[in-house]
Structure formats: structure tokens, C-alpha cells
């Protein structure tokens, strides 16, 4: 069973087509999106804060593209810089961690990635929302999310231990099963050698596309 499975490139595209400042601004946000959660509530930084990021607010709002623009049609090819805007890979989105994405074998995914405190759930632990984006993600990737949508039909997350924050994590997806349309793939999250989350899931084509290759 080979299959082909496009991954986000990590920005590179952005990068030929002239986008590293942009690149670059999205690291920024992404700083700032951490400073945000460690600063305290009477810091005396705020007012200026305010009246800073209105003017970056204010240097954007004719730049933007309205929101129907950003949403490509279902059922064409994925074309442009969709990926770098993804909430969980997109190099341009700054709430993704970002996660770079390889291929793990003929059938894999894996990739390793670090959250900082904008992804605190319990204390020191990652929120078991974003263990559940992360599977979700790498695991869609390896179902084969390849230039046509396969959507997450079903996601049962195992949260065995803790997964912690400020830690290198491993992120490995890998297709279990195709049984026509269905494809079952399954996913896991290591640190410090051991599995702490693992799932499992059916992702399925819209009906009216194509079965995937066996
Ligand atoms: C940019 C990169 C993104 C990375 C990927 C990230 C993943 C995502 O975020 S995807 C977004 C979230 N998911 C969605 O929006 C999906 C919403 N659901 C849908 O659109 C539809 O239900 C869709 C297209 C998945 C399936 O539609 P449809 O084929 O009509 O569904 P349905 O008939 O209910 O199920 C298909 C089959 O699966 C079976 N099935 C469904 N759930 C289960 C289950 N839990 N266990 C076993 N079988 C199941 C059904 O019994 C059915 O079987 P059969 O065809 O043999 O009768």
C-alpha cells in the first residue's frame, strides 16, 4: 500500500514567492501571543501596548483580505498558500506552534514540535484540546489530506499521562486500515521516550469524491 501524501512545506513557498518579512512578523505575533499569557494583569506596559498594536491594527486593516477570500471551494485542488495559514502547521498562522510535517515510512507521519504556555491547560500540561488538534492533524496528514479534503469522521483520544509543556514532543500518525472510502489511522504523542496520548480514527472523502488507492 504506497500512497501519496502532500505536507506542509514549513513556509518555504512563502519564502520564494518574497514572503520572509511576513514570515518573520508571524514569528513576532507568535512571540507576542506568549507574552501576552506571562505578563501581569496591572503591567504598567499595557496602555502603550494598546496604543502600539492599534497602530499595527490600524496598518493591516487595508492590507487584509476579506474572510470569503481565504476560504478556497471545497472541491478544487488546494492551490496557493492555504497550508501556511493552518492553525496547526500554517508558518503564517501564528496560533499554529508551527509543526513541520515528514513522512514516516510509506504510511507515516511524524513530526516533533513544543508548546509554551499559550497552551496550557492543567498546570505544566498541554490543554487536551490541543492534544486532541495536534492527533488530529498529524493523523489527518497521514490519512492522505493530499491537494482534495478527507475529513476526521470519528477521533478517539487516549490521554494516558500527562503531556507536558516546554518539552520536546514526537508525533507520529500512520494508516492502519483502507476498507473502501474508510481509511483508520492511528496516532500518538511520545515525550521523554514514552507514549503519554494516543488515538485512534476514521477519516472518510466527501461521497461524491473518488475512493482512495488502495
Ligand atoms: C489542512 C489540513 C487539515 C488536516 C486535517 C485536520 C482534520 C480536520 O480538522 S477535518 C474537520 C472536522 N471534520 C469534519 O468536518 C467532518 C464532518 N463530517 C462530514 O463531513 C461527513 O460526515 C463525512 C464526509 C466525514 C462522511 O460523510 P458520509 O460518508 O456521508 O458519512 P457516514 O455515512 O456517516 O459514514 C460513512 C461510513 O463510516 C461509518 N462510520 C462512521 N463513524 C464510524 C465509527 N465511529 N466507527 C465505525 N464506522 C463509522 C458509517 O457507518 C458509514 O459506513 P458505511 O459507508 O459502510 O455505511
Redesign the pocket.
Known amino acids: 500500500m504506497t500512497r501519496q501524501v502532500a505536507l506542509p512545506d514549513g513556509g518555504e513557498k512563502v519564502r520564494a514567492a518574497g514572503g520572509e518579512k511576513l514570515l518573520e512578523a508571524a514569528g513576532q505575533v507568535r512571540e507576542l501571543l506568549d507574552a501576552m499569557v506571562r505578563l501581569d494583569v496591572r503591567t504598567p506596559a499595557a496602555p502603550e501596548l494598546v496604543e502600539r498594536l492599534d497602530e499595527v491594527l490600524e496598518l493591516l486593516r487595508v492590507e487584509i483580505a476579506p474572510e470569503s477570500a481565504m476560504v478556497p471551494d471545497l472541491f478544487k485542488d488546494r492551490k496557493g498558500d492555504y497550508?501556511d495559514r493552518?492553525p496547526v502547521s500554517g508558518a503564517l498562522n501564528p496560533m499554529a506552534p508551527p509543526v513541520s510535517l515528514r513522512m514516516d515510512g510509506e504510511n507515516g507521519v511524524r513530526t516533533s514540535t513544543r508548546l509554551g504556555l499559550p497552551y496550557q491547560g492543567p498546570p505544566g500540561r498541554v490543554h487536551g484540546g490541543w492534544v486532541a488538534t495536534l492527533l488530529?492533524?498529524v493523523m489527518?496528514?497521514a490519512a492522505g489530506?493530499v491537494d482534495q479534503w478527507i475529513?476526521?469522521?470519528?477521533l478517539t483520544v487516549d490521554y494516558d499521562h500527562a503531556v507536558p509543556l516546554f518539552e520536546e514532543l514526537e508525533l507520529t500518525a500512520w494508516v492502519e486500515e483502507i476498507d473502501g472510502r474508510?481509511i483508520w489511522v492511528r496516532g500518538q504523542i511520545e515525550a521523554g521516550g514514552k507514549v503519554v496520548a494516543q488515538a485512534r480514527g476514521?477519516w472518510?472523502p466527501?461521497?461524491n469524491r473518488p475512493a482512495p488507492q488502495d
Request: charged content about 25%.
Open positions: 497550508m493552518s488530529d492533524h489527518g496528514f489530506t475529513f476526521t469522521r470519528s474508510k476514521l472518510l466527501p461521497r
